[in-house]
């Protein structure tokens, strides 16, 4: 098995949370300057960098995941990722169709561009995205996993945006393939609270909204290459797969 640093929680200039300075092509830069081998693109409620930042990650030897950051109608916020462009975009379908139509005010929220390898502008999302889609996290869940995906509740040790905050627990019936922490707990820490969830695999992520925070935060997974099928083997503990958190 080998070691791979993973940070699987970016936002790129799409969100309108992310800085101005994420486009694709600087967060790859600058996750090769971190050493991070992993990268995971999650945008709010949105897939559209995902195909690029897959190919300019390709070039530069790092492999990219690509996913989107979904808040459920219960405002909590779940990471799902997929493992090619065809399921990525029938995901993507699926936001379109359920996110709540909300017009953005770029003054008040921030601009959610789409850009090229070259960081021109292309497009730019009319609605805004960090608004909710009208869909619970169990329905996300299992509309996750019909499209072979990865689905990780974010941030759960949060006081809001997080599975916890918002509905008082993690439900059993959540087939959750890992549970994030953010970088502010350890998660011994966090299980001193919540012993109930010693069984899941943990990550910790940077969630990333400027070029500086990318790579503060990462998880180890042990595994024989980097790719979709064997991410997913470490966050289910299968096959000597594993994740550490450092």
């Not at 092509?25 to 897939?47: P, Q, W, Y």
């Not at 180890?220 to 979709?228: D, T």
């Amino acid at each position: 098995m080998k070691d791979f640093r993973a940070d699987l929680h970016i936002h790129s200039v799409l969100s309108p949370c992310g800085d101005l300075d994420m486009s694709p092509r600087r967060i790859i830069e600058k996750a090769v300057e971190m050493k991070i081998d992993i990268l995971g693109i999650t945008d709010h409620n949105s897939t559209r960098h995902g195909p690029l930042m897959r190919r300019l990650g390709n070039e530069k030897g790092l492999f990219v995941i690509t996913g989107a950051e979904v808040t459920s109608r219960e405002e909590v916020h779940c990471l799902a990722f997929f493992e090619n462009d065809i399921r990525l975009s029938l995901f993507q379908d699926y936001l379109d169709e359920w996110l709540i139509p909300f017009p953005n005010d770029p003054d008040r929220f921030g601009h959610q561009v789409v850009v090229d390898e070259n960081d021109m502008i292309i497009d730019e999302v009319g609605n805004l995205l960090i608004y909710s889609i009208d869909r619970s996290v169990g329905q996300i869940e299992k509309a996750v996993h019909e499209l072979n995906g990865i689905f990780i509740p974010a941030h759960v040790n949060r006081q809001r945006n997080s599975i916890i905050s918002q509905l008082g627990f993690v439900p059993g019936d959540i087939n959750a393939d890992a549970l994030e922490i953010s970088r502010h707990t350890g998660k011994d820490e966090f299980l001193g609270s919540n012993a109930y969830l010693t069984d899941y695999t943990f990550i910790q992520s940077s969630d990333a909204h400027f070029p500086g925070d990318i790579g503060r935060a990462y998880s180890v997974l042990k595994l024989q290459e980097a790719s979709f099928g064997e991410i997913k083997k470490a966050l289910l503990k299968q096959e000597g797969r594993e994740v550490v958190l450092p």
